[in-house]
């Protein structure tokens, strides 16, 4: 990979007049959003600068933030989507110097927190009341980072009460949702009874991610309560799974007719079983669990060795994101799980879909209640340039900001 090729991510982003040209083509952008706006771009232009040691500013981007937050009646919390995406890139880049901003913007998030907490009804579930991308997880996520930062009493009995919430919802029903809450019609008529998502992005996976993030607080309430419960996670989402051509593998929806040869392979960050594995690893890391531990890491292995169903450069479902999965899987191991001539091949793949005469990146879109295939140009974090760009910085040093702790790695 040449630098030149990562430069021109960059130079699409930065300074702030080429962002302003080129996010006029980009049909995903939303200012506030940390999938396809600023937060993520920021992110990307941050990592650059710190990692090329090149002086730089993004101040103008974060004001174009607060200008958009200016003009808005309603306010999102979400990660994905809304505030807290806001308040989570600005605390990785330069928690002090955003202090102030962040200090406030977090606020209003804890404020609004139990009344989004209490809205949600667990016999009429949707993905975006609980999941990462748009729901209490997601928000969850956050407020755990900021608390470790900024701790106080009030925060850490608000985020409890949430962590309750989800809690009963999962003794109760284990995040079911009905057919008609699904995203796409194809998937409605596929699961007319409804069922269970298992995946990291909107799942039970999602759900187990928050719970470890928020056991690593040290003075938490019910600490044996919340152990139990990750333990139930782990047992239950290992059942869920099977073996399918030498490999373990989750349906990516749970239903009482699901039919095990019905799988198709799709190892992605989102749905896949890479951020499964993942989590699970760290339950097993956790409670001393060697037999699961070597299994897990076995199964790791032999994902990178025949990787399935990704078929974009992309961070979400795509290879810049399994990369990502890779590097921090061998940290949390503490050796060399995937070896490097593997991880340079994923980057080699993802330079695959390099374009040196056009617009870097294009992400392919299907659209699976149409059948209608299309492309289009996307800046952003979660399927964009930025995310794919973050990627393989990653894999040429990772001496970084701690970007990747948004999508819970």
Known sequence: MNENEIKKLFDLVYPYENLKRNKKEDKLWEDTALCSGYPGVI?????????????????????KMIDAYNNMRTIDLSLFSGLSGVSF?????????????????????????????????????????????????????????????????????????????????????????????????????????????????????????????????????????????KNKIYNDLISDGYNSHERYVW??????????NEYAFFDSWCYGPPSIIYHLYKVAKENHRINDKTMFEEM???????????????????????LTIFIEFNKLAGKEIIEENILNSISEKIMEFYNHNDFPFYENHYDIDSGRKYRFKDLGLLTGISGIGLSLLHLQNQNSLQWFQVFTL
């Open 43 to 63: 992110l990307f232009i941050s990592d650059y600068l710190k990692k090329k040691n090149l002086e730089g500013s993004i101040d103008q981007y974060v004001q």
């Open 89 to 229: 890139a600005l605390s990785i880049i330069d928690y002090n110097k955003y202090e102030s901003l962040i200090n406030q913007s977090t606020n209003y998030i804890i404020d609004n927190l139990m009344i989004f907490t209490n809205a949600i009804d667990e016999d009429d579930l949707k993905f975006e009341d609980y999941d990462l991308m748009s729901g209490l997880c997601g928000i969850l996520l956050y407020l755990i980072y900021y608390y470790h930062k900024k701790p106080s009493k009030r925060l850490l009995n608000k985020i409890e009460l949430s962590i309750n919430k989800l809690l009963l919802i999962y003794d109760k029903n284990k995040f079911f949702v009905k057919s008609q809450y699904f995203f796409t019609e194809v998937e409605q008529k596929n699961y007319p009874n409804g069922g269970f998502n298992i995946g990291l992005s909107h799942g039970i996976t999602g759900f187990l991610a928050v719970l470890i993030k928020y056991s690593d607080i040290t003075n938490i309430n019910h600490r044996t309560k919340i152990n139990n419960y």
């Open 251 to 260: 349906p990516q929806i749970k239903t009482n007719s699901f039919c095990k």
């Open 300 to 322: 790791m292995k032999n994902i990178a060795k025949d990787i399935q169903g990704i078929t974009s450069p992309s961070f979400c479902h795509g290879y810049a994101g399994l």
